[in-house]
């Protein structure tokens, strides 16, 4: 499939360099008022949010920038971003 630019076709495009090192915040799933709707993983660019259990998420944070969608997208606020240690 021949890409059209400016289409994005498939989550997970920095898969082949480990994008994690520049980022400012990464997500950190609470687990206390998950609803399991999935739209963190959905929504997510990168594709490096997926479900571990019925409703707990985890986060493949050697390919996270630290976008933050995966936080504004959930309704429950279940997810939220924390400044990177370094």
Not at 14 to 20: A, D, M, N, Q, V
Not at 24 to 40: I, K
């Amino acid at each position: 499939m021949k890409p059209t630019p400016g289409l994005v076709t498939t989550p997970g495009s920095s898969i082949s360099y480990e994008t994690g090192g520049w980022r400012t915040q990464r997500p950190r799933f609470l687990g206390e008022t998950c609803t399991g709707c999935n739209l963190c993983v959905l929504f997510c660019p990168e594709g490096i949010v997926f479900q571990v259990a019925a409703k707990t998420y985890d986060f493949d944070l050697a390919f996270c920038k630290g976008c933050g969608i995966c936080a504004a997208e959930c309704p429950v606020k279940d997810v939220v971003m924390e400044d990177e240690a370094r």
